[in-house]
């Protein structure tokens, strides 16, 4: 039987790991709106990390603010602006 | 004895949604275009989502060790589980009607889209 | 060669982190075995009805950190929202947008509006839940009004920025309600002030609970229900102000950049 | 019971885990906007399903909060990125 | 020789650490203003996840860790105790709580400043703004 606390470390090692590949991709991609994409992934991942370190007031204004809000006004700036990032 | 059905009965759930998560997300991986891939994320949303969620919401009633704070996690799971299955369908429609009109996920070899010509015969 | 220099600062910056870590920055025991003294002392006062000299009355550390422990440092992050938020406004003075009110071709589809339409009520639901229960269970005024803001937001996209307007949400109705949220903040302030000059005894700016040397406080409960004094009142109008606050920036943003580029034009012209 | 649960719930936790990898897979790699969002959506509304069990896990009732909140919001994605594509301004 | 539990630990911070640096780097060397809005709120976000993880503790027993909420309604003396010892850091989550409302904020002011921009060069890309005189 393994010990539950290693199992939930190794949950949110899992998930740190997965959201250092998210952020990379974010910053290397071209298309603006897959950045966001990415970056939206990002925060899923960070909002899960939130849970497991206990912290149910931090996901309670995480959630809205970084996967209901940021990427609506990141995708209405590209909709007003540009949808590349220029090389 | 009301609270170990509850307990069994959660689990079975929980194992069923379990299964179609997998069966799910193997899906989402394997099948070649977007419209395919719709078909496995309604298993994912609605069979991955919403039966643990129900069965979650049994579990906690099963645990008497909770006190009365578990019909508060039973509540929780039941709400979620309603707005899971109000939205899950909805947020996929308007993902896959926005990508047929905007011609953001074009199938190849397209052997024939019965939408696009009902639109080209409605507007000409 | 500029982008190699700070490639090698990143990673030097990266290492250095990891050493630190390594050689025992953050305590010898990664992570500790138990909290820290500070935060020992506010979790036994955050709900203590033995102590009733330090104790802020709610069962939850975080609000009674947040609006009683630390509530000055809260009170100025406040002025930093509110001013940040004064910049982006004043970024679009003089910008008006038309009104519009034949709406219905807008927007998404039929479907999407009718589930839209039975989620704001769900949003409003939750939010107020969120804000108003914050002292007992997670949650707050910032939560709140985090998660209100997502309803017109949610409205502006299904629908259109006119059909916003139409249902009473303009620029200046939602000016003066985060106006009402940050007079309300300072008004809970300065009650406990007020309580004493008028009771002709001393008493403290964010005073919450009934102190020593100043007997004079809030009730921590009204009837059975347990409000903890300042802070119910801190969370229903933080709530305001942040909720307020957003939809107004996204009324602004949601204007289209014709209109915009048309009024801009006329005003260079004007000069 | 309290034995019977939490077995349960640890043997299911790595089939979970998997799955995410997996869809994960799919949001990073996905050839175009609409695939990742559909990955992200089918992975956040299980991610709430996992919540809710690792509340009871936890034993912490008031963790089940966070579900619901995630479950609302990842609706909100859906809908912006469907408006993006589809309309010519955001705002109408 | 250290724990499987601190090892674990380790890779969750330094994989956040490594976010941070990927992250500095998106908002000092990518050209678009629009890529530096993005890559400053993953910067910010994972400055905020450190400031959390410093306030985690360490668990004795298994199933021995709470958020920062007492449940009991009518505490004794030796509740609030043992609440204080499996109880996380709440400092840490008070001052993160504002953080991310005001960054939120901030973003939007940095958002209508990058339309402004747009609006009278008709760019976002710092080093074509460069070029531009007047």
Redesign the interface.
């Known amino acids: 039987m393994v010990e539950a606390s290693v199992i939930v470390l190794g949950i949110m090692a899992l998930f740190a790991l997965s959201s250092t590949i998210a952020t990379y991709l974010a910053i290397t991609e071209r298309s603006l709106v897959k950045a966001v994409l990415y970056s939206a992934v990002q925060s899923t991942l960070y909002a899960l990390i939130y849970y497991l370190l206990m912290a149910p007031d931090i996901v309670l204004v995480y959630v809205p603010v970084s996967v209901g809000l940021y990427p609506a006004i990141i995708l209405m700036l590209i909709k007003k602006t540009e949808k590349e990032e220029e090389g | 004895m009301l609270?170990?059905i509850a307990?069994y009965l959660g689990?079975a759930l929980?194992?069923i949604?379990?299964f179609c998560?997998?069966i799910?997300?193997?899906g989402?991986?394997r099948f070649p275009n977007?419209y395919l891939?719709?078909h496995?994320?309604t298993v994912?949303?609605i069979g991955?989502?919403f039966v643990?969620?129900i069965g979650?919401a049994l579990?906690?009633i099963?645990?008497?060790?909770?006190g009365a704070?578990?019909w508060?996690?039973a509540g929780?799971?039941l709400?979620?589980a309603i707005?899971?299955l109000?939205?899950?369908p909805?947020?996929?429609?308007?993902?896959?009607?926005?990508?047929h009109?905007?011609r953001?996920?074009v199938v190849e070899p397209k052997v024939v889209d019965y939408l696009e010509e009902d639109e080209v015969s409605k507007s000409g | 060669m500029r982008r190699l220099l700070g490639l090698l600062v990143i990673v030097l910056f990266i290492t250095l982190f990891a050493l630190v870590i390594a050689s025992g920055g953050l305590g010898y025991e990664v992570p500790p075995l138990r909290v820290r003294e500070l935060a020992r002392q506010f979790l036994i006062y955050a709900y203590n009805p033995f102590n009733t000299t330090f104790t802020a009355k709610s069962p939850e550390a975080v609000t009674s950190i947040v609006w009683d422990f630390r509530g000055l440092d809260t009170l100025f992050e406040t002025l930093v929202f509110y001013l940040a938020i004064i910049g982006a406004l004043s970024l679009y003075r003089g910008v008006e947008s038309e009104r519009r009110t034949e709406v219905i071709s807008l927007g998404?589809?039929p479907?999407?509006k009718t589930?839209t339409k039975?989620?704001t009520g769900?949003i409003i639901a939750v939010a107020a839940s969120i804000a108003l229960h914050g002292h007992l269970t997670p949650g707050g005024g910032f939560q709140g009004g985090a998660t209100a803001a997502v309803a017109p937001l949610l409205i502006l996209i299904v629908f259109s920025k006119y059909f916003l307007e139409n249902l009473g949400l303009r620029k200046n109705v939602l000016l003066a309600l985060r106006s009402i949220g940050l007079l309300g903040i300072g008004m809970t302030a300065f009650s406990a002030l007020i309580v004493g000059l008028m009771a002709n005894s001393p008493a403290y700016v964010f005073q919450n609970q009934p102190k020593p040397d100043a007997p004079v406080g809030l009730p921590a409960y009204i009837g059975d229900s347990l409000i903890s004094g300042t802070l119910w009142f801190f969370n229903f109008f933080e709530m305001f102000a942040v909720a307020a606050g957003f939809t107004v920036i996204f009324l602004l943003l949601g204007i289209p950049e014709g209109e915009i580029l048309k009024q801009l034009k006329e005003e260079a012209e004007e000069h | 019971?309290?034995e019977?649960?939490s077995t349960?719930i640890i043997a299911?936790l790595p089939?979970?885990i998997?799955?995410?990898t997996?869809?994960m897979?799919?949001a990073l790699r996905g050839p175009?906007?609409?695939?990742t969002?559909?990955?992200i959506?089918?992975m956040t509304?299980?991610l709430?399903?996992f919540l809710?069990?690792l509340?009871?896990f936890f034993?912490s009732?008031?963790l089940?909060?966070t579900?619901?909140v995630l479950?609302?919001w990842?609706?909100s994605l859906?809908?912006y990125?469907?408006?993006?594509?589809?309309a010519r301004e955001m705002g109408e | 020789m250290i724990d499987v539990f601190t090892f674990l630990f380790t890779i969750c911070m330094l994989s956040i650490v490594v976010n941070l640096g990927i992250s500095l780097y998106g908002v000092l060397y990518k050209p678009s203003l629009i890529k530096k809005i993005i890559s400053l709120t993953i910067f910010s976000d994972s400055a905020n996840i450190t400031a959390i993880i410093i306030g985690y503790v360490r668990w004795r027993n298994p199933g021995e860790i709470a958020p920062p909420v007492l449940?009991n309604p009518n505490p004794t003396l030796e509740d609030i105790e043992e609440f204080a010892k499996v109880a996380v850091d709440p400092l840490p989550q008070a001052l993160v709580l504002t953080a991310i409302v005001i960054g939120l904020a901030v973003t939007l002011f940095l958002v209508f400043l990058t339309l402004q921009i747009y609006r009278f060069y008709g760019t976002t890309d710092v080093r074509r703004i460069a070029k531009l005189k007047g």
């Open positions: 609270e170990v307990i689990q929980i194992a949604g379990v998560d997998l799910a997300a193997i989402l991986l977007f891939r719709l496995a994320a994912g949303t991955g989502a643990p969620l979650a579990l906690a099963g645990s008497t060790y909770l704070y578990r508060f996690i929780g799971a709400v979620t707005i899971v109000i939205l899950a909805a947020g996929s429609h308007a993902l896959a009607r926005a990508a009109r905007s953001a996920a | 998404l589809s479907i999407v589930v039975v989620t769900i | 019971m309290k019977l649960i349960f299911v089939i979970y998997a799955s995410f997996l869809y897979v799919r175009t906007v609409p695939d969002v559909l990955a959506d089918a509304f299980d709430a399903a809710v069990i509340a009871i034993e009732p008031i089940v909060a579900a619901i479950a609302l990842i609706y859906d809908i990125v469907a408006k993006y594509l589809e | 449940l």
